[in-house]
């Protein structure tokens, strides 16, 4: 189960892709070492680049539900419509989480 994509929009314009996700429940330092496994560079914004893609990340917000806290930050991936499906392939499965 995926630990709280709670929002996912997907826009295209001139074979650019841009793809949004919310993701909760995983901190975002944790969040930045896996865009840095997938080949980003952290620029001075704070956000994520490599040859193909870009990443922008929101600050990391607190959500609750409940008696329940979870992290929440938002990732804002650009990129070449097929270059993007792979990143986003390997992003979705090092944040995969199971259920319990």
Same mark, same amino acid.
């Given at each position: 189960? @995926?630990?709280? /994509? &709670? =929002?996912?929009? !997907?826009?295209?314009?001139?074979? =650019?892709? =841009? *793809? $949004?996700?919310?993701? @909760?429940?995983? &901190? *975002?330092?944790?969040?930045?070492? %896996?865009?840095? *496994? ?5 620029? +001075?914004?704070?956000?994520? *680049? !490599?040859?193909?893609?870009? &990443? ?5 917000? +607190? /959500?609750?539900?409940?008696?329940? $806290?979870?992290? $929440? $930050?938002? %990732?804002?991936?650009?990129? !070449?419509?097929?270059?993007?499906? =792979? ?6 499965? +090092? ?6």
């Amino acid at each position: 189960m @995926q630990e709280g /994509v &709670a =929002k996912n929009e !997907s826009i295209e314009d001139k074979g =650019k892709c =841009k *793809q $949004t996700l919310q993701i @909760q429940g995983i &901190a *975002q330092w944790e969040l930045r070492q %896996i865009l840095e *496994q997938l080949g980003g560079i952290e620029d +001075k914004d704070g956000n994520y *680049q !490599s040859d193909c893609w870009q &990443a922008v990340l929101s600050d990391e917000q +607190k /959500v609750t539900i409940g008696s329940l $806290t979870l992290q $929440t $930050t938002t %990732i804002t991936f650009s990129g !070449s419509r097929p270059e993007l499906e =792979k990143l986003l392939l390997a992003f979705r499965k +090092k944040t995969l989480r199971g259920g319990g």
